[in-house]
């Protein structure tokens, strides 16, 4: 999770007019409503049922298609439309936006239809596209965006053969917003046997020592299942099993599985319960602004889990460990289209890492460039010893900086370009080492790759017919700078979900680095605080970020991104 434009409110629907339908299904022909009467209610100022003020002009716009029949008089598929409705907290959705005490309540068969009718509109665009625009949310606004016409989505609806079917193929049906659904679930029955036991903050808890808090750990991981047995255990004791389910919360925590309590453990073991259900609310409906189909084959990096995955005919083929951006220079979350595979890049020092970076360590050690980071300074061209310059007067600016390829390049061997205005890609490293720490937030926004071989050779051998690993060899052994355009590029999702259902039906979680789940879910808690959204929320359309087969960049732009 992308070609990150922004999502924008419209006021008016874009699709009225557009879905012609030739031929209704019985259950609609045999209305006997007056369509005069339909008619006579949406021409009025304002639509109103009870107290709610329904959205004319939409309804104006599904009813004129219909020549002003009802659409739900069928009681069958009434319940069904209902039914739907009720269970939207499933999907981390309120129910009574969308009018569900009214709709059981009325009588009347018209605003019964209008009822349903506005409620399914709204539904339907909360569900598939979600309830915010990630425009407006801070750390968001690069987002995916997608578009729906919800006046075109309940004219199918109502035309469906199998409603339940048409309604249940709304939301996203990726493999990981299902498992959402089902985290949901299990935090919400968690919820309701009380919140999570908390630990008190102190000293390090190391197995084989006693302390009062151990009868606390002992109870919060009874609580959500790493400890099987009963919670009557009042031992203070840290005895194996306990370290043993330590070690299973910290796997599935992405922290480090030592064992040890300390506080990072603490940190996460303390989140609140009402925290973790906003967090996977928060996550769905990041989910929800992804393109319904990411495509046959991808790849999917996720920022916060430190992983890329590859993805083909819905079967993961590669997955391997990245390093992404560092909190104050974060990897942006958009998709593109890898579009070349390079190898043997140098790599152009971009002014603001030689200002912030490089500067600072050239002051202090002139030999730093080039025995460090394998970078030769030129000045108009030619080649500066960097110990005739006086680096704490100079002008940085003043200099090109330039790794050369090779091993020692800091874009190792390989890199992935899909040319992008943050000038961030995919690309090998000579710190290897790095792979080694559970925390890889580290980088300057592109995102470093733990098998570039491995992705070289998955992206390569569909493309092209002749690729081999011989192929591949001879060309880094040349140390020629070398770029393989791709014949069918490949769509990359650099995406932002901080919990998902992991292993043994478990909801898991990763630190917010960037923290942005905070922003998202004050977000979506102020649409929960309002009874109703405006029209506008209900209609959003993307600009283009599903990705797109553009134009060639130019060579000189792919020079200017950061490893």
């Excluded at 739907?84 to 309120?94: Q, R, S």
């Excluded at 007067?393 to 330039?402: C, G, H, K, P, V």
Aim: charged letters at 25%.
């Amino acid at each position: 999770m992308i070609l990150l434009r922004s999502l924008a409110f419209l006021t008016v629907f874009c699709g009225v007019g557009s879905v012609a339908f030739l031929s209704w299904p019985q259950h609609l022909q045999a209305q006997s409503v007056s369509a005069a009467t339909m008619q006579e209610v949406l021409a009025a100022p304002a639509v109103t049922v009870g107290a709610l003020v329904l959205d004319r002009a939409a309804l104006n716009a599904v009813y004129t298609q219909t020549n002003y029949a009802l659409l739900w008089g069928d009681a069958r598929r009434r319940q069904v439309a209902l039914s739907t409705l009720e269970a939207a907290d499933a999907h981390g959705l309120v129910p009574s936006d969308y009018h569900v005490s009214e709709i059981t309540a009325e009588q009347n068969p018209q605003q019964l239809d209008l009822l349903l009718t506005d409620a399914l509109m709204r539904y339907a665009s909360d569900v598939r596209v979600g309830r915010v625009s990630p425009r407006q949310v801070k750390g968001e606004r690069f987002s995916p965006s997608q578009k729906i016409d919800p006046v075109a989505v309940v004219l199918e609806a109502a035309k469906a053969s199998d409603l339940k079917g048409y309604l249940e193929g709304l939301p996203p049906q990726s493999p990981v917003y299902r498992g959402l659904q089902m985290a949901l679930a299990k935090l919400r029955s968690w919820e309701a046997q009380g919140e999570w036991p908390k630990i008190s903050e102190g000293s390090k808890l190391e197995p084989g020592k006693s302390s009062p808090r151990v009868v606390q750990l002992r109870k919060r991981l009874a609580a959500t299942g790493e400890l099987a047995e009963a919670v009557n255990d009042d031992s203070p004791l840290y005895d194996d099993k306990l370290a043993q389910a330590v070690r299973l919360y910290q796997d599935r925590s992405g922290l480090e599985p030592d064992g040890v309590v300390g506080r990072a453990t603490v940190a996460a073991l303390n989140v609140p319960l009402s925290r973790r259900i906003a967090q996977v609310k928060a996550n769905m409906e990041r989910l929800r602004w992804q393109p319904a189909q990411l495509g046959s084959r991808y790849v999917f990096v996720n920022i916060p889990a430190y992983q890329l995955v590859a993805v083909a005919d819905g079967k993961v083929q590669l997955n391997m460990k990245v390093i992404v951006g560092r909190p104050k220079r974060p990897s942006p979350v958009f998709a593109d289209l890898i579009r070349m595979v390079e190898f043997n890049p140098d790599w152009h020092v971009p002014p603001t890492i030689a200002r912030e970076d490089v500067l600072p360590h050239l002051i202090e050690d002139p030999n730093y460039a080039l025995e460090h980071k394998n970078v030769r300074i030129y000045q108009a061209g030619v080649e500066v010893d960097p110990h005739t310059v006086d680096w704490t007067t100079a002008n940085i600016r003043d200099y090109r900086l330039r790794a050369e390829p090779g091993p020692r390049n800091p874009l190792g061997t390989v890199k992935f370009l899909f040319p992008n205005r943050f000038d961030v890609y995919l690309h090998d490293t000579n710190e290897r080492e790095l792979f080694r720490k559970d925390v890889r937030a580290i980088s300057s926004g592109c995102i470093r790759v733990a098998d570039p071989a491995a992705l070289t050779n998955w992206l390569l051998t569909a493309d092209r017919k002749d690729w081999s690993e011989a192929k591949r060899t001879k060309i880094l052994d040349s140390r020629k700078q070398t770029r393989l355009i791709l014949n069918t590029p490949v769509p990359v999702y650099l995406s932002y979900i901080t919990a998902w259902m992991g292993a043994g039906a478990q909801p898991v979680f990763r630190d917010d680095i960037y923290n942005q789940d905070g922003a998202l879910i004050a977000a979506l808690a102020a649409v929960e605080a309002k009874s109703r959204r405006a029209v506008a929320t209900m209609v959003r359309a993307g600009d283009g970020s599903a990705p797109v087969n553009e134009a060639s960049v130019p060579a000189e732009e792919l020079q200017k991104a950061a490893p």
